[in-house]
T-cell receptor, first 115, second 115 residues
């Protein structure tokens, strides 16, 4: 079945630094990937749609300059949290579709802690 | 507004018993997909079951089945013969609009399975 690998699974960084999270589709090509954010005991909130070869589409209220998304190949999308602050601490999850509407595959998530 | 509502923040079920998780949604479309995802403590999102709105028949996957009431915009998940491994957060989801892979997730229901 389709597998999406997300790395790292957890990261701790200092305020003001940048952190990059990778999302890879291992056995299929994904022209579109999605990045979600999940606060403790809450649902998933869509942050942006990552499109291969073009600019990402951000949801309302998401700062595109803070959350940089790059989708350079059909199997890799990266989310960079720039100048991280404690309020950016959260669980970030990516997902990718194989091109059907039958649901898509999620990565295992990244827990980001900014200290 | 397009919403997905899960009115039960938490549910408990005795092992081997049956439990039903509720989900209602809002849409103006006639053809769409609906999904239930499971998020265990590992936080990996797992697709449980999907329903195509144009199909009259309720979807079934082993111990998991749905009660889809299109007119009422209701999409409940029934878990039969509950097992300890079923303990998790369950999210109901639907695409923003047909033809898109962007999902709206409900707020989730935490299911506890009692031995």
């Amino acid at each position: 079945g389709a597998v999406v690998s997300q790395h790292p699974s957890w990261v701790i960084c200092k305020s003001g630094t940048s952190v990059k999270i990778e999302c890879r589709s291992l056995d299929f090509q994904a022209t579109t990937m999605f990045w979600y954010r999940q606060f403790p005991k809450q649902s998933l909130m869509l942050m942006a749609t990552s499109n291969e070869g073009s600019k990402a589409t951000y949801e309302q209220g998401v700062e595109k300059d803070k959350f940089l998304i790059n989708h350079a190949s059909l199997t890799l999308s990266t989310l960079t949290v720039t100048s991280a602050h404690p309020e950016d601490s959260s669980f970030y999850i990516c997902s990718a579709s194989q091109g059907s509407l039958h649901g898509y595959t999620f990565g295992s998530g990244t827990r980001l802690t900014v200290v | 507004a397009q919403t997905v509502t899960q009115s039960q923040p938490e549910m408990s079920v005795q092992e081997a018993e049956t439990v039903t998780l509720s989900c209602t949604y809002d849409t103006s479309e006639s053809d769409y997909y609906l999904f239930w995802y499971k998020q265990p403590p590992s936080r990996q999102m797992i697709l449980v079951i999907r329903q195509e709105a144009y199909k009259q028949q309720n979807a079934t996957e082993n111990r998991f089945s749905v009660n889809f009431q299109k007119a009422a915009k209701s999409f409940s998940l029934k878990i039969s013969d509950s097992q300890l491994g079923d303990a998790a957060m369950y999210f109901c989801a639907r695409p923003f609009t047909s033809g898109t892979y962007k999902y709206i997730f409900g707020t989730g229901t935490r299911l506890k399975v009692l031995a």
